[in-house]
């Protein structure tokens, strides 16, 4: 029997909020529309939620596995899409090739060695994955150009460069942070300067609004559309759609537990939150609440749902099979989250 209601949902269970979703879709599409945007797959994993996107004008998509490109790309959602991650295994890109005869695909690369994987793979187009700071991949400015000649030695086309500020995403001092990225993207366009091409590609949520005057011409957004608290906390403009229906399972006099815990959330950007309650830990299949101080509420019953916002939206999408797109308490739609895996 299909669910009708959240009510008659198993838990736990992923929901989407459609309203809060187009909400978050559309206020991003208006600062940053069509290619201005490539959006980031790997925030949801979801082809249904990427059709979505692409409807709000986004054709270009960022990947952060070989897997979410060919499902993409089977299902016919975008014709650019770009593997933000390095990727050694020729084997497994050279999946992508067949893909790259009908769509444009392009991947990140950082080394001779990344290069070289490509090259095997029967791929022949490659951004720069420039480091701006974060310690993370990425070659070191300086020697971007000299990488992207040894791209073009090789029969390679080098479309341009990528940097990610992922360091500076959560920076808590609005003017701080964009004075850091500022400073970050400097590095970036002096690289993209001796490594050629078109694309000059960075950013993310947390500085979706810094990068008017930073030289980048894509954001490679993802968190926006469903968001956690971990971004809430910048107070920027987008709400969450996403949460984790879970059902109280015990209830003792002074905390209840229910039935989300880590195997259905991340916890690795801090516990998740419930309105009205405080979170005492999470393990496996449990998450304890207890009442906050300043609450007048009263403990809920055995049975009854609440919803969890998650603190990382990324990894915990990524623990889920299926997401349950909504409005209010009726169930709109079940989405597959069908590009999970590598």
């Given amino acids: 029997m299909n669910p009708r209601t959240t009510a008659e949902i198993a838990t736990p269970a992923l929901i989407i909020d459609a309203d809060a979703l187009e909400q978050n879709l559309s206020t991003m599409s208006a600062r940053h529309p069509g290619s201005k945007l490539r959006p980031h797959t790997k925030a949801h994993k979801c082809t249904e939620l990427a059709r979505l996107q692409l ?5 270009n998509f ?3 596995t070989p897997r979410e490109i060919i499902g993409m790309a089977a299902v016919g959602v975008g014709s650019d899409y770009l593997l933000a991650n390095e990727v050694l295994d020729a084997d497994r890109l050279s999946a992508l090739a067949k893909v790259s005869e009908n769509s444009r695909v392009t991947i990140a ?3 001779l060695e990344t290069i070289d994987a490509v090259w095997r793979a029967g791929l022949r187009e490659v951004l720069i ?6 310690m993370r991949c990425g070659v070191a400015p300086e020697l971007a150009g000299q990488l992207a000649d040894n791209a073009r030695k090789a029969g390679i086309a080098v479309r341009g460069v990528m940097g990610y500020e992922g360091h500076l995403m959560t920076v808590g001092d609005d003017e ?3 004075m850091r990225v500022a400073e970050s993207m400097k590095l970036l366009t002096r ?3 001796d490594v050629g091409g078109e694309i000059i590609s960075a950013g993310g949520t947390g500085t979706w609004d810094m990068h008017d005057q930073t030289g980048i011409n894509e954001l490679q957004a993802g968190s926006y559309a469903l968001m956690d608290t971990h971004y809430e906390q910048l107070k920027i403009p987008f709400v969450q759609a996403c949460f984790l229906l879970g059902t109280v399972i015990s209830r003792s006099k002074d905390w209840l537990v229910i039935d989300v815990g880590l195997k259905s959330l991340s916890t690795d950007h801090g516990n998740p939150s419930v309105d009205g309650y405080d979170v005492v830990f999470c393990s496996d299949e449990h998450t304890t609440l207890v009442i906050k101080n300043e609450s007048t509420k009263a403990l809920a019953n055995i049975g009854e749902k609440l919803l969890v916002r998650p603190s ?3 990894p915990t999408m990524a623990m889920h099979s299926v997401a349950w797109l909504t409005r209010a308490d009726e169930i709109l739609d079940r989405w597959k989250i069908d590009l999970r895996g590598w």
Wanted: charged share 25%; proline share 0%.
């Fill in 191 to 193: 690289a993209a300067k």
């Fill in 62 to 64: 960022t990947c952060a």
């Fill in 55 to 59: 409807s709000h004008s986004h054709q």
């Fill in 176 to 178: 701080k942070r964009k």
């Fill in 109 to 111: 690369v950082d080394s």
């Fill in 312 to 314: 990382h939206i990324d």
């Fill in 129 to 134: 994955d420039v480091n701006v700071g974060l």
